[in-house]
């Protein structure tokens, strides 16, 4: 705890400032962080915010994976996450070792393996290539047609992916757990209860929920989606942060949150661990700390680094 006798907003403001320090933040943070950070965005705009940022500490605001891949492109910087077990279900579905046991048992594939971001740095050294979900289409285009792909972790983006391009790919049976829980019928009700509005949904949702919307894309395309259109209400389904920061850009628009089985929106349990309150602590004690083993970091930078080079 610290005691700068400053409101909760002006002592991270005043930390920030002291550290030299950047407050990176994803779409689905709660709206006060999100408020409070430098740069709001997808894993693709987060990763290259963190590729170029001139800090000398990232403060990152998000899940375990998202900080790990600002480190592996920072050696050099300090890269903190407010709550060190803001994991990721995903990124739990693949274990390094389970990749690796999977690609020695086929070594006669000759996999091109290509990594969701959304996995450990362990996996991120064993791929070949780094994906988001806003660049996962255009970059399984570029790859050359005669390689066996393997993609892991996630199978519904995996899926997706293949439906885009025609191209076929081996897929990890990873998912994410927020975004199993949307339905078919859920997506239908809320359908009838707003007729007209369009549904966007994210890829990380099943084959039978992304089939019923009129747009499936990452976090970031939603704002830029709902922009060009010219509707006034929209359903959003994925991770309920998204809707402060739809919310934010777009005053004027209504935004209904697509329902899950359990609740009215859908929260990231892991995403919602970190808080201001933890935050400010991790700003000021500069920990907790992102650490990676030198091998593996330089391993799992060539993927990621191919990805910032084909998104451009
Ligand atoms: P985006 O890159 O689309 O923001 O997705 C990240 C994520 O974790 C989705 O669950
Ligand atoms: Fe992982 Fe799903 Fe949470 Fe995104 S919403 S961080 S994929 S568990």
């Known amino acids: 705890m610290t005691t700068l006798g400053l409101d909760l907003v002006q002592e991270i403001h005043e930390l920030k400032k002291q550290r030299n320090a950047v407050i990176?933040?994803?779409n689905y943070q709660v709206k006060e962080i999100q408020e409070v950070?430098?740069?709001?965005?997808?894993?693709?705009?987060?990763?290259?915010?963190a590729a170029k940022t001139e800090a000398e500490v990232i403060a990152f605001c998000g899940v375990h994976f998202m900080a790990e891949t600002a480190k592996i492109l920072n050696p050099n910087k300090k890269v903190i996450l407010p709550d060190l077990n803001a994991g990721c279900s995903l990124a739990d579905a693949c274990p390094a070792e389970a990749l690796e046991a999977f690609l020695r048992q086929n070594a006669d594939k000759h996999y091109y393996v290509?990594?969701?971001?959304?996995?450990?740095?362990?996996?991120?050294?064993?791929?070949?290539?780094i994906c988001t979900s806003g660049n996962a289409v255009r970059l399984v285009q570029k790859i050359p047609a005669d390689r066996n792909i393997?993609?892991?972790?996630?199978?519904?983006?995996?899926?997706?992916?293949?439906?885009?391009?025609?191209?076929?790919?081996?897929?990890?049976?990873?998912?994410?757990?927020?975004?199993?829980?949307?339905t078919r019928q859920g997506i239908h009700k809320i359908r009838e209860e707003h007729p007209g509005a369009p549904v966007i949904a994210h890829p990380e949702c099943t084959t039978a929920v992304r089939l019923l919307a009129d747009e499936v894309c990452s976090t970031e395309k939603m704002i830029s989606y709902c922009k060009a259109h010219s509707a006034k209400a929209f359903i959003i389904v994925t991770?309920?942060?998204?809707?402060?920061?739809?919310?934010?850009?777009?005053?004027?628009?209504?935004?209904?949150?697509?329902?899950?089985?359990?609740c009215a929106c859908a929260d990231c349990r892991y995403m919602k661990l970190n808080t201001l309150e933890k935050l400010?602590?991790?700003?000021?004690?500069?920990?907790?700390?992102?650490?990676?083993p030198e091998a593996v970091r330089a391993r799992a930078e060539l993927p990621i680094r191919r990805m910032l080079e084909w998104s451009e």
Not at 117 to 123: D, E
Request: hydrophobic share 40%; glycine share 8%; with cysteine.
């Open 24 to 26: 990176l933040a994803h």
């Open 37 to 49: 950070a430098d740069f709001v965005g997808d894993s693709l705009g987060l990763s290259i915010q």
């Open 114 to 129: 290509v990594a969701y971001i959304n996995c450990s740095a362990g996996v991120k050294a064993l791929s070949d290539l």
């Open 150 to 182: 393997l993609f892991v972790p996630d199978q519904n983006l995996g899926q997706w992916v293949i439906e885009k391009t025609g191209r076929q790919m081996e897929l990890w049976k990873g998912s994410c757990y927020v975004h199993m829980e949307f």
């Open 239 to 262: 991770e309920s942060g998204m809707l402060h920061r739809l919310r934010r850009e777009l005053p004027d628009r209504t935004f209904i949150p697509g329902p899950t089985d359990t």
């Open 280 to 292: 400010r602590d991790a700003l000021f004690n500069l920990e907790p700390e992102i650490v990676l």
